[in-house]
């Protein structure tokens, strides 16, 4: 090949960059490792975390069992290794397997389309309610303070170089949920957005109904915003809803340390134009048969470039079907029977202890550490091989002394009992 | 093809004027350009749009075009036939496919478009 | 039929929905060991939900057979050369693959005591490392989702700095060839964008950049080896050009693929820069992600990082939040982890100098297609190629025929299509990326079908106008998709 080219050296394919951009010595990294001896670091790195602890963590990243099937489709070559689909004749497998996503999340969801994927549910926040100011030409947003903190920070930080204020509401000190009051107050001619999200960071379920009649009284969106994908399967779908944005994670991807996730935003027909991120529909190929394409293209960067919806490019589409075939494998019955087990779970776990707030729960609760530290507690299970709750005090200082704990179907009758004897 | 009593831009709008209203396209080299119209957004009526300015776009598959307003003035009508139909811009993009009836605020503007024969020539017909 | 590729039956496949029907299952959940609760008890009867309407029911058979039906409808880097520019499609290793699915990795919860995390962030300090060395930058953040991300992470930081210096300023110069999320992240950050015109040889036209830079200007955003696939020989001129009046350089790392272990963005001015991981370190693509788009900084923006940074104290790493010039939060968490341990993975595997092989033999196999296509196809751009070739479809056109559908009519040779009509600048881009995992084998044939379809194109355009001939799906209609959109099934 070299000789094709006309040259007697691999160097002479960079001789032309001038000589002042040159790397003149070689990288600083040690040589190629073998097969064996990647494994093995990996491995052992691993071994310095928590491996085989039972685990009480929720908040935004949840443990859940993932049936096989999820990780046999996804490390298919064709799915694993291919691109986006931009070449419809030879990318129908991922564009149906999207399409099927998109349906399985309306239906979730109760609205009436849904994007293929964003980043996660951190940045789909900021996203929604950018979709909002442009739906509503209007530039504040409401946020709950029963909002997952790193998504109001990330909204913070997408929100405060573009000028556009957020502010936040509070919550009800004895229920956990939203204070509609507060809410209420802060609402004005200038609100595009009000962001709540079900069940909120407390693990409470959130009355969406009367906070979308608010947000609608004053002409603003209500952005209804979920952390646990779960959830869905039990709790009524949020109608009311202008726009749904949330975290898909629980459906087939283990908290692998706070990513790859999957986002999601689904919204009404009227403002599908708004809409950012891939979305594909279905269409005919020549010889008349169904087929499907990514459409709508010219909401996207790279048509309408410094016009676009949003900047985004890549979707999280391999875990998009993960998330798939963990609803297909799932379907009608088991996404419920699973939010049951969650239910029980969680109901048995707070039994023993005593909770902060009295509001309805899904699979994670408040509980105060009463005369202990939520340290405290939290030392004594990591010596059982389990990772508590996490300490509150991090994001809610008003919350110290509490912990917030979450009980999924992973999580079995032994270790609730453990934590029931530590908090004692 | 290009009607005489039509006055023409760069950007490829033409506008009608009748009795202090003047009704706004987009030229046949600008929908070929385009290829097949699958989108048209238009601002809402009572709308007040200056000579020059954006006033909404015209989107093929891959492509968006900004439409821009030959006059300046307040809105008084859209084709709402587009919304459910946009290919017929690319079939009568000088007549049934207009896009926006305006009230004209400063109808000297119009003397500052193209004729027929200009535009022709401006595009290279 | 093309010498690569023969037919063979594909099975078709309804949807999901069309195949379910009311009781079948494909789950069984463990004995629950805790007494059952009612949700409607438990979360207020107005907020349980009777059923999700539609939502499927099938087998377990019915779904791996759904699911292997409709990956054989795709193509995929595992079957063939993927030579799309600018994506960077190379061969991904499974043994990545294997590590990430490593058990205390992936069931790492993030808000586990740093005490029982200190494997994982070990994993991420030392990527931070890999990727400072090899881009000569002195900080390194890993929150960043993807490519785009990493762009917006970095024009806000330049906005922070510049704000923190007293004035955010009001524009980004971009050149004309840079890919889209260029300016749609300029327009995020809240700053107008002023295209930079490139010159004849597709470069950056210095002349012209130092007419447009003022005292407005917070930074160029510039891509090096821009989307032509040339370097940007007069990268240091323009970035001081961009310096003496005060704004910054931010380096979209698109192609970095293309300087790993030659040469240093931080050596030749850039302030910040992002690196697709998922194309140069090879993160599979996993059909259009997740991707990851860690930021190389310089010290001085470094105050400004999002916020955790990874911090060691004696023994220990920590995550420091105690960040006060910091941009705050990109992303929940530390990032696309899993990918990072991918691509950490990648770089042990290549080690330092297996990276500059990599990147040698990614340029090679770009000019050898160059030098196959060169007679056969016009180059509008002929300054030496670097990891890319990009080719217009001028000669082509006159006989009617585009590059869309040169692209289309690849696929029935079984490759899937270059990147088509990108960059901008060039009319009709054809725009060829090998990556450094193909072989002569591979190339050849690749070369030999574009070729052919130069010649088809002279001999029967209409061959080509139809294709593709041999896919299960023939082309589709976008029109149709786009002017009445379909997004979900309905029954």
Redesign the interface.
């Known amino acids: 090949?070299?000789a094709?080219?006309g040259l007697d050296s691999?160097?002479g394919?960079?001789a032309?960059?001038?000589a002042?951009?040159?790397?003149n010595r070689?990288?600083?990294?040690?040589?190629?490792?073998s097969?064996f001896?990647?494994?093995d670091?990996?491995?052992?790195?691993?071994?310095?975390?928590?491996?085989?602890?039972a685990?009480f963590?929720g908040?935004?990243?949840y443990?859940h069992?993932r049936?096989v099937?999820c990780?046999?489709?996804?490390?298919?070559?064709?799915?694993?290794?291919?691109?986006?689909?931009y070449?419809?004749?030879?990318?129908?497998?991922?564009l149906?397997?999207i399409?099927?996503f998109?349906?399985?999340i309306?239906?979730?969801t109760g609205m009436?389309?849904?994007n293929?994927?964003m980043?996660?549910?951190?940045?789909a926040a900021p996203e929604a309610a950018m979709m909002a100011v442009r739906v509503t030409g209007r530039h504040k947003v409401l946020a709950a303070k029963t909002v997952?903190p790193?998504?109001r920070?990330?909204l913070?930080?997408?929100f405060?170089?573009?000028?556009l204020p957020v502010t936040e509401f509070g919550y009800d000190g004895a229920t956990g949920c939203i204070d509609l009051a507060d809410l209420e107050s802060k609402l004005d001619k200038d609100t595009a957005a009000v962001l709540i999200q079900s069940p909120n960071f407390f693990g409470c379920?959130e009355d969406w109904k009367k906070a979308a009649e608010l947000a609608h009284k004053h002409g603003a969106l209500l952005v209804y915003l979920f952390s646990e994908a779960v959830s869905l399967?039990?709790?009524?779908?949020p109608r009311d809803a202008d726009i749904v944005a949330g975290e898909m994670q629980s459906f087939a991807h283990?908290?692998?340390?706070?990513?790859?996730y999957?986002g999601i935003i689904a919204t009404k027909e009227k403002f599908?134009?708004q809409l950012p991120g891939?979305?594909?529909?279905?269409?005919?190929?020549?010889?008349g048969?169904r087929?499907?394409?990514l459409?709508?293209?010219?909401r996207?960067?790279?048509?309408?470039?410094?016009?676009?919806t949003?900047?985004?490019?890549?979707?999280?589409?391999?875990?998009a079907?993960m998330a798939t075939?963990f609803?297909?494998?799932?379907?009608?019955?088991?996404?419920?029977?699973?939010?049951?087990?969650n239910?029980?779970?969680t109901?048995?776990l707070a039994k023993g202890l005593k909770r902060r707030f009295s509001g309805?729960?899904?699979n994670e609760f408040v509980a105060s550490a009463g005369a202990q530290t939520p340290q405290a507690i939290?030392d004594a299970l990591?010596g059982k091989k389990i990772?508590g709750g996490?300490d509150l005090a991090r994001f809610y200082p008003e919350l110290s002394g509490c912990m917030l704990l979450c009980a999924t179907?992973m999580v079995?009758?032994e270790h609730?009992d453990a934590v029931h004897e530590a908090f004692r | 093809m290009y009607p005489d009593n039509l006055r023409y831009t760069k950007e490829h709008e033409w506008v009608r004027v009748e009795s202090g209203t003047g009704t706004i396209g987009i030229t046949d080299h600008a929908q070929h350009e385009l290829g097949d119209i699958v989108?048209v957004?238009l601002p809402k009526i009572g709308a007040t749009i200056d000579q020059g300015k954006t006033i909404g776009s015209v989107?093929?598959?891959?492509?968006?075009s900004d439409i821009y307003s030959p006059v300046s003035g307040e809105v008084v009508e859209i084709n709402e036939m587009l919304t459910q139909s946009p290919e017929k811009l690319n079939e009568d993009p000088h007549g049934a496919a207009w896009l926006v009836k305006v009230r004209l605020t400063s109808p000297e503007e119009i003397k500052s478009l193209m004729s027929a024969a200009d535009y022709q020539t401006y595009i290279g017909a | 039929m093309p010498g690569k590729t023969r037919q063979h039956i594909s099975q078709n496949?309804p949807?999901?929905?069309e195949i379910?029907s009311p009781g079948?299952?494909?789950?069984q959940?463990?004995d629950?060991?805790?007494?059952?609760?009612d949700?409607a008890e438990?979360?207020?009867a107005?907020?349980?939900?009777q059923?999700?309407?539609?939502?499927?029911?099938?087998s377990?058979l019915e779904?791996?057979r759904?699911?292997?039906r409709?990956?054989?409808?795709?193509?995929?880097?595992?079957?063939g050369m993927?030579p799309?520019g600018s994506?960077t499609?190379k061969?991904?290793p499974r043994?990545n693959?294997?590590?990430?699915?490593?058990?205390?990795?992936?069931?790492?919860?993030?808000?586990?005591?740093a005490?029982?995390?200190?494997?994982?962030m070990?994993?991420m300090s030392q990527l931070e490392s890999?990727l400072a060395?090899?881009t000569?930058m002195d900080a390194v953040t890993l929150e960043p989702?993807?490519?785009?991300?990493g762009?917006?992470t970095g024009v806000?930081l330049i906005?922070?700095l510049l704000e923190h210096r007293g004035k955010?300023r009001k524009k980004i110069i971009i050149p004309d060839s840079a890919?889209?999320?260029n300016?749609?992240?300029?327009?995020?950050?809240?700053y107008?964008?002023t295209n930079l015109k490139s010159n004849a040889e597709g470069t950056i036209d210095l002349a012209e950049l130092a007419r447009l830079v003022d005292d407005e200007t917070a930074a160029l955003m510039v891509t090096n080896p821009n989307t032509v696939g040339i370097?940007e020989?007069d990268?240091?001129k323009a970035t001081e050009i961009m310096h003496s009046k005060g704004a910054l350089v931010y380096m979209d790392g698109a192609n970095m693929n293309a300087l790993?272990?030659?040469?240093?963005p931080g050596?030749?001015g850039i302030d910040v820069m992002h690196l697709n991981l998922?194309k140069t370190f090879s993160t599979?693509?996993?059909?259009?992600?997740?991707?990851?788009g860690a930021v190389a900084v310089k010290k001085h923006l470094e105050p400004f990082l999002?916020v955790p940074r990874l911090k060691r104290v004696k023994d220990m790493f920590e995550f420091d939040y105690d960040r006060p010039l910091s941009?705050?939060?990109?992303?929940?968490?530390?990032?696309?982890?899993?990918?990072l341990?991918r691509a950490l993975?990648y770089?042990?595997?290549?080690?330092?100098?297996?990276?500059?092989?990599a990147t040698?033999?990614a340029?090679?196999n770009a000019?050898?297609i160059r030098?196959?296509l060169e007679n056969h196809y016009d180059m509008p751009f002929t300054?030496?190629s670097?990891h890319e070739c990009v080719f217009s479809h001028d000669r082509q056109e006159a006989k009617g025929v585009r590059t869309g559908d040169i692209?289309?009519r690849l696929?029935d040779y079984g490759f899937?299509?270059y990147t088509v009509s990108?960059p901008m600048i060039v009319h009709g881009a054809i725009m060829i990326e090998p990556t450094e995992t193909e072989g002569?084998q591979e190339l050849d044939l690749f070369i030999q079908a574009m070729i052919d379809i130069a010649n088809e194109i002279d001999t029967s355009p209409k061959l080509v106008l139809d294709a593709?001939h041999c896919?299960?799906?023939?082309?589709?209609?976008?029109v149709?998709?786009?002017r009445k959109?379909?997004?979900?099934?309905k029954p």
């Open positions: 090949m070299l094709t080219l691999l160097d394919l960079y032309h960059l001038p002042e951009v040159k790397l070689p990288l600083n990294i040690a040589p190629g490792k097969e001896d990647i494994v670091y990996f491995r052992r790195q691993a071994d310095r975390n928590a491996v085989g602890f685990s963590l908040a935004g990243a443990s069992f049936p099937l990780d046999v489709v996804a490390s298919r070559g064709e799915f694993l290794t291919s691109y986006t689909p070449q419809a004749e030879m990318a129908q497998g991922t149906t397997t399409f099927e998109q349906t399985m309306c239906q979730l009436d389309v849904a293929a994927s980043y996660d549910g951190s940045t997952h790193e998504y920070a990330v913070n930080t997408y405060k170089y573009q000028g379920v399967g039990i709790l009524e779908p283990p908290p692998s340390y706070g990513g790859p999957a599908m134009r891939r979305l594909a529909g279905e269409t005919k190929d020549s010889n048969n087929a499907f394409c459409t709508l293209s010219t996207e960067q790279h048509i309408r470039r410094e016009k676009a949003s900047n985004i490019c890549t979707n999280q589409a391999l875990i079907l075939v609803m297909s494998v799932y379907g009608k019955q088991g996404l419920r029977e699973l939010a049951e087990q239910i029980a779970k109901q048995y309805s729960v899904f939290n990591l990772v996490l179907e079995k009758r609730i | 989108y957004d989107e093929s598959v891959k492509a968006v | 496949e949807l999901l929905f379910s079948k299952r494909g789950y959940l463990p629950l060991d805790v007494p059952q609760v949700p438990a979360l207020g107005a907020n349980a939900r059923e999700i309407e539609h939502f499927p029911e099938v377990e779904i791996i759904h699911f292997t409709l990956s054989t409808w795709n193509y995929a880097i595992d079957l993927f799309l994506c499609m061969y991904n043994v693959e294997q590590v990430a699915r490593t058990e205390g990795l992936l069931w790492a919860h993030p808000y586990q005591p005490s029982v995390s200190q494997g994982a070990e994993i890999a060395e090899i000569g989702a993807a490519g785009a991300h762009e917006l806000l906005r922070a955010a890919h889209g999320t300016p749609a992240t300029a327009a995020m950050v809240g107008s964008v370097f020989k990268i240091v790993v272990g030659l040469a240093r050596d030749f998922h599979p693509h996993g059909g259009g992600g997740p991707g990851s999002p941009i705050g939060k990109v992303r929940a968490f530390y990032g696309n982890y899993g990918v341990i993975a770089i042990m595997a290549h080690g330092g100098p297996g990276l500059r092989v040698l033999d340029l090679l000019n050898y030098k196959g300054s030496p670097m692209a289309k696929i899937h299509p990108f002569k593709p896919t299960r799906t023939p082309r589709v209609d976008e149709g998709a786009a959109p379909v997004l979900r099934w």
